[in-house]
């Protein structure tokens, strides 16, 4: 995310394109995002819009925007170039929730070194951006910064070692970014970074003869059953004989988020209580909650599925009001659109396992269809790509940007109430 120096009243998110991309601690739970911004180019032949333009919009409407519902629980790092620091835009900021970035195009001059200074004192953090190298202007701004992120991708190979053992210090946090397989996260791990920015964990590692395990298998049969109406005793019976799917069932059902009256302790009030509807959503999401463990929403996996199933079920409800049928497909193309990375198997082998909807499959294998189209862009947005492709994409469906920012808001405030509840 980008400050700048002279925002333009607001149409605010029909200029923009917005990308959340997931930063890691070493347990590999999610701790931050970075927000990244880019400019709706030529939408509808609309003018283009520059990122830096596009962001100064947002941070001038920050009370409108609300950074805590586009990043949940966690913090956001945004970038800031040498206009956006010196800018009064800064203080649109809240100071508990975001991590400065400062761009390696800021120079280290006194008043930069004075300005950056002044804001910590204001509660400020910070973070330098895409060090390589030890350059005059890194070794001023490092002792101000809490966080150092170097770009893993940008560098000679062979010289990360070095430059990691000259960066580490008690001070600060190393944060590698650009980390796309699970051999550079472990480099990274070994060298002693803190924090991990890119893709990997969301990358299918392919175990040979690798299974599906046997509580995972029971959440698919359950949902086999779901996809043919089978009698609600034949549901009930089947979550019985798994005693962590009962538990969990049981848990969620008395949580605030369901609204029952008085507390439910069978089986057979549960499912009524939450509806085949909303069971099948829990049960696609189950899927990626290990060990029926606490804090499962700062699992980066379980966020992102769960983000792109609200995302695509929001954009079909939009595209296509009332077919209710459609948009509850679109959430589980989106939700299974990671389950090889979740399973360690390829995705073909996946859909052997479970009986899906030709539509279904010609989405998550082959990214075609109409489903295809909204995952095949909803990626593209997760990755930061240029706005002039994303414009394109978001034009064949239909959807203008803001009208696709307000989906992502709603679909960011459901995730995150929705999974705490798991």
């Not at 538990?247 to 085949?276: D, E, K, W």
């Amino acid at each position: 995310m980008m400050i700048a120096s002279s925002p333009a009243p607001s149409k605010l998110a029909d200029n923009f394109f917005l990308a959340r991309q997931p930063i890691l601690n070493r347990g590999q739970r999610l701790v931050a995002y970075e927000l990244l911004f880019r400019g709706a180019a030529a939408y509808n032949g609309a003018q283009v819009t520059d990122d830096a333009e596009a962001t100064a919009t947002v941070i001038a409407n920050a009370a409108e925007l609300g950074l805590g519902q586009v990043v949940g629980d966690q913090m956001a790092f945004v970038n800031v170039d040498a206009v956006g620091l010196m800018s009064d835009f800064i203080r649109f900021l809240p100071n508990d929730k975001v991590i400065l970035e400062i761009l390696e195009t800021v120079k280290a001059t006194p008043e930069v070194l004075a300005r950056v200074r002044e804001l910590k004192q204001a509660g400020f953090k910070f973070a330098l951006d895409d060090v390589i190298g030890q350059t005059d202007d890194v070794q001023k701004l490092m002792p101000l910064c809490d966080v150092i992120k170097v770009d893993i991708k940008d560098m000679q190979p062979g010289t990360l070692p070095a430059l990691a053992r000259v960066l580490k210090t008690p001070g600060q946090k190393l944060l590698a970014e650009k980390v796309e397989t699970i051999e550079e996260f472990q480099e990274c791990m070994e060298l002693g970074f803190e924090y991990f920015q890119g893709y990997y964990f969301a990358r299918p590692v392919i175990l040979s003869g690798k299974k599906i395990s046997p509580s995972q298998l029971s959440v698919l049969h359950l949902l086999e059953l779901l996809d043919r109406d089978a009698s609600s005793q034949e549901v009930e019976r089947s979550v019985k004989h798994d005693a962590l799917i009962t538990l969990n069932l049981l848990r969620l059902v008395n949580t605030p988020a369901v609204g029952a009256r008085q507390r439910i302790n069978s089986v057979g009030h549960a499912l009524m209580v939450l509806g085949r509807r909303q069971l099948r959503r829990w049960l696609q999401i189950l899927l990626y909650v290990k060990n029926g463990g606490t804090q499962e929403f700062t699992s980066p996996l379980l966020q992102l599925a769960t983000t792109r199933g609200k995302t695509m079920e929001l954009m079909v409800e939009h595209r296509k009001p009332g077919q209710r049928v459609s948009a509850d497909i679109g959430f589980t193309v989106g939700v299974m659109s990671l389950m090889d990375t979740l399973f360690s198997i390829h995705m073909r082998d996946v859909l052997e396992s479970v009986n899906v909807l030709d539509d279904v499959r010609a989405a998550l294998l082959h990214r075609s269809g109409d489903y295809g189209a909204m995952l095949s862009l909803i990626e593209h947005i997760e990755r930061g790509h240029d706005g002039r492709e994303l414009a394109q994409m978001l034009h064949q469906l239909d959807l203008r940007p803001a009208e696709l920012y307000n989906i992502q808001l709603s679909a960011i405030e459901w995730v995150t109430e929705y999974t705490r509840n798991i």
